[in-house]
T-cell receptor
Framework: KAGVTQTPRYLIKTRGQQVTLSCSPISGHRSVSWYQQTPGQGLQFLFEYFSETQRNKGNFPGRFSGRQFSNSRSEMNVSTLELGDSALYLC??????????????FGSGTRLTVV | KNEVEQSPQNLTAQEGEFITINCSYSVGISALHWLQQHPGGGIVSLFMLSSGKKKHGRLIATINIQEKHSSLHITASHPRDSAVYICAAMFNDMRFGAGTRLTVKP
């Protein structure tokens, strides 16, 4: 079956612009979570959606937002881009929300460069 | 202070050696993941543990809930095992260790 699909794979944006990244989970998976990875901070949790509702949010400013659609696809948006937003953005899907017995499948990520 | 600590930060081994990577966390968790990340960024979830031990091929993961500690073992290491290994603890959200960069030389 198809894996987790993230689009686009690479993106270059200018400071001050906004960007929208997309994540299509594995068919049947209803939970999508987003992560930011930078060389300095490593992997950090952004937010998690389940059944179109945000369940958890990490410690990121309000410029970072997301949503989930009825087909479980999710988007994340970053407004007023800063140079420090340059990172690999990963999403992962699972059958259910953060629960001990559900495994996660990660997408290949979107590499965002802000210039 | 990071709530999830991993050691060692870097590890170089010869092919065939037994590898151990350690992960400790500060408070109670619901589960712990071991992830593998190859150059290029793709992440694979290796194990998710809430207790005991799991084995998949040459990989073994253990967790001790009382000691708040987990280990990832690789038996008979191979150059294709070279990657960054990351532990991730499930609190209300997922918190990550800094990763262990493993290089296995032929």
């Amino acid at each position: 079956k198809a894996g987790v699909t993230q689009t686009p794979r690479y993106l270059i944006k200018t400071r001050g612009q906004q960007v929208t990244l997309s994540c299509s989970p594995i068919s049947g998976h209803r939970s999508v979570s987003w992560y930011q990875q930078t060389p300095g901070q490593g992997l950090q949790f952004l937010f998690e959606y389940f059944s179109e509702t945000q369940r958890n949010k990490g410690n990121f400013p309000g410029r970072f937002s997301g949503r989930q659609f009825s087909n479980s696809r999710s988007e994340m948006n970053v407004s007023t881009l800063e140079l420090g937003d340059s990172a690999l953005y990963l999403c992962a899907s699972s059958i259910g929300p953060t629960y001990p017995n559900y495994g996660y499948t990660f997408g290949s990520g979107t590499r965002l460069t802000v210039v | 202070k990071n709530e999830v600590e991993q050691s060692p930060q870097n590890l170089t081994a010869q092919e065939g050696e037994f590898i151990t990577i350690n992960c400790s966390y500060s408070v109670g968790i619901s589960a712990l993941h071991w992830l593998q990340q190859h150059p290029g960024g793709g992440i694979v979830s290796l194990f998710m543990l809430s207790s005991g031990k799991k084995k998949h091929g040459r990989l073994i993961a253990t967790i001790n809930i009382q000691e708040k500690h987990s280990s990832l073992h690789i038996t008979a290491s191979h150059p294709r095992d070279s990657a960054v290994y990351i532990c991730a603890a499930m609190f209300n959200d997922m918190r990550f260790g800094a990763g262990t960069r493993l290089t296995v030389k032929p």
